[in-house]
C-alpha cells in the first residue's frame, strides 16, 4: 500500500517557523507539498523531483525552501516568515513521471497574526 505520512505542523506567531517531514513509502520521482484553506482549491507550494528540479508557488518564494533525502525517503518543507495567509492543511504527494499523486493524510499548519 502507497502511503505518505507527514508531520511537523502546528500553532505558530506570524514572522516564525516550521518544518514539515514527509516520509514516503517508496522511490518516486515527483514530490510535492500541497496545501489547502478553508472554502479554497488545493495549491501546490513546492515541488522537487528525483533529477533535483524545484520550484515554489511565487508568494512562497524566498520563505519556503523544499528538499529532500532520498536515504531516507523523506522530503521537508522549511517555512519561514510565516503569514496568516499561509494557514492551512498541508498535504504531501508523490507520483512517478506519469502517474497520479499519491496523497498524505495532511497536517494542520496554523499561523496566529
Known amino acids: 500500500q502507497v502511503q505518505q505520512v507527514e508531520s511537523g505542523g502546528g500553532l505558530v506567531q506570524a514572522g516564525g517557523s516550521l518544518r514539515l517531514s514527509c516520509v514516503f513509502s517508496g522511490m518516486f520521482n515527483v514530490m510535492g507539498w500541497y496545501r489547502q484553506a478553508p472554502g479554497k482549491q488545493r495549491e501546490l507550494v513546492a515541488q522537487i523531483t528525483s533529477i533535483g528540479n524545484i520550484n515554489y508557488k511565487d508568494s512562497v518564494k524566498g520563505r519556503f525552501t523544499i528538499s529532500r533525502d532520498s536515504a531516507k525517503n523523506t522530503m521537508y518543507l522549511q517555512m519561514n516568515g510565516l503569514r496568516p495567509e499561509d494557514t492551512a492543511v498541508y498535504y504531501c504527494?508523490?507520483?512517478?513521471?506519469?502517474?497520479?499523486?499519491?496523497w498524505g493524510q495532511g497536517t494542520q499548519v496554523t499561523v496566529s497574526s
Open positions: 504527494a508523490a507520483k512517478y513521471w506519469m502517474g497520479v499523486n499519491y
